[in-house]
């Protein structure tokens, strides 16, 4: 059962093992990472960068961090290195800031602590530079608001080559897989080409629609993948040897109860503007139906997707009572 769990984790995440006789990815290089600096090549290409690799207990650090902000965002710093159009981030660690339901910004504290944690790392050999930023978006969504877009184009001003990270906590409990986005934003004096930027469909909830929409043009995502080094499987066996039980028994519809109100709440929402904006077309002879269409089908994936989450919830609490509530526990003879 423990390894079963352990194998889903990585399949669902697609965590591949680096070569286990050498653990490629985390060699650094200092005068390597120079050349590139030098270089620049994400100057003449603004879509430079493709691709994001993320080490297993790099992640597992972001998104435990991530989860104990409960419903405030947080905020950290990923250290890692540059390989040709790919972002390699082999750690990560918190930051010291205080957020707030919809914003997190560094502070002066917060900056201090980055420096002193950065040369405490080189003093015992991690010679890895910061690359990159994460924060967490508690259920609506991996992607960049006003502020977010903002705060990476300052860092890839005054600090490239940098990397804006999110994670929904909320999302990832529910649908068993880290919901994760990698981003760059562009150049402000840079217009992408048509059907650029932000792509793919994701639910957003109604009070985030416009500033989702309104920054999606300005940065593109990036391709993210997953890779465990040799030192990663051992402490992810050992992880998953310790907390397999809480793992097996714990169910998402119970533990993301909250996420999951407001989830149904926003859908009504949607429901409820759909609704009124039906009216007002038919009171206007027809106009504007294709917008009106486009916002039905959009409601029907929201509402296909918590359904889908539901029953999977359902689903694994029914093969997880009919697996132990059969199980008896023998007693020896004579004792009770």
């Not at 950065?118 to 609506?140: C, D, F, M």
Request: glycine share 8%; net charge negative.
């Amino acid at each position: 059962m423990t390894n079963t769990a352990f194998k889903s984790w990585e399949f669902e995440n697609s965590v591949s093992l680096v070569d286990p006789t050498r653990d490629a990815l985390y060699g650094y290089s200092v005068d390597e990472q120079k050349q590139i600096n030098e270089a620049r090549p994400w100057k003449k290409d603004p879509n430079h960068f493709k691709h994001v690799r993320i080490s297993a207990v790099a992640l597992l650090k972001m998104v435990m961090h991530a989860r104990s902000g409960g419903s405030i965002e947080v905020m950290g710093l990923m250290q890692g290195k540059i390989m040709d159009s790919t972002f390699v981030v082999t750690d990560a660690f918190r930051l010291p800031v205080e957020g707030t339901e919809t914003r997190v910004n560094a502070q002066d504290q917060a900056n201090e602590y980055m420096v002193q944690y950065l040369e405490t790392s080189r003093k015992v050999g991690q010679l890895e530079n910061a690359i990159g930023w994460y924060h967490s978006h508690p259920g609506y969504g991996c992607w960049l608001s006003g502020i977010d877009v903002d705060t990476q184009m300052t860092q890839q001003q005054f600090q490239d080559p940098f990397l804006a990270v999110v994670i929904d906590p909320d999302r990832t409990i529910s649908a068993g897989k880290v919901e994760i986005g990698a981003f760059r934003t562009y150049p402000k004096d840079y217009t992408p080409p048509g059907g650029q930027g932000e792509d793919g469909y994701q639910t957003i909830p109604l009070a985030k629609i416009e500033d989702f929409g309104a920054h999606s043009s300005r940065y593109y995502s990036l391709e993210v993948s997953h890779f465990k080094s040799t030192l990663d499987a051992h402490i992810l066996e050992q992880l998953w040897n310790k907390y397999w039980v809480s793992t097996v028994s714990s169910n998402p519809l119970l533990t993301n109860r909250e996420y999951s109100s407001k989830q149904m709440m926003d859908l009504s929402q949607k429901i409820r503007q759909a609704e009124i904006s039906l009216q007002n077309h038919a009171r206007q002879g027809g106009a504007g139906k294709a917008a009106t269409r486009d916002q039905l089908s959009k409601i029907v994936k929201d509402g296909d997707k918590i359904a889908g989450e539901e029953m999977a919830g359902l689903m694994a609490g029914e093969i997880k009572t009919r697996l132990f509530n059969g199980i008896e526990i023998q007693t020896a003879p004579g004792k009770s």
